[in-house]
């Protein structure tokens, strides 16, 4: 059985892990429009996967007998001044839900959940790469010193399965 404090973070988490999935998929379509077909793949492909979180999070709840509630999500932003502001947005993202899952594996660890600890501990390690991924895209983002260069990346990127 799953505690209440428990039950009300893995909530919390998946609603935020949601908005992820809308921000990065606004992000896509926003890059896609843009003409960066690339950049738009990898981030869609990332929105799926964060909603794919979600879904695992929320099944977590149901099997220990908690209730999910699924809440509104807040509209995400729809327009940014440069690719480079895209993906800096993207990699402090990752490392606020990096933070939230922290905070969620802290209560699980004080609730003695082994089951909640075990789940959460697979995600820190995918926040680790996933803080690594965005940020070595925002640091070739910086040193692209003209268009062809990021049209490579956006091609490379573009690879993503």
Known sequence: MISEKLQAAFNRQINGEMWSSNLYL?????????????????LKIQSKEEL??????????????????IESIAEVPQSWATLLEVFEQVYTHECKISSMINDLLDIATADRDNAAQ???????????EEEASTQGIVEKLKRCQDHAGILYLDDKLGERN
Do not use: C, I, N, P
């Not at 075990?118 to 680790?128: A, I, K, N, P």
């Open 118 to 128: 075990d789940l959460l501990w697979t995600y820190v390690r995918e926040q680790v």
């Open 26 to 42: 606004a992000m896509s379509y926003y890059l896609a429009k843009e003409g960066y077909e690339g950049f738009a793949k990898w």
């Open 52 to 69: 794919e979180h979600a879904y695992t999070l929320a099944d977590f709840v149901v099997k220990r007998g908690g209730e999910v509630k």
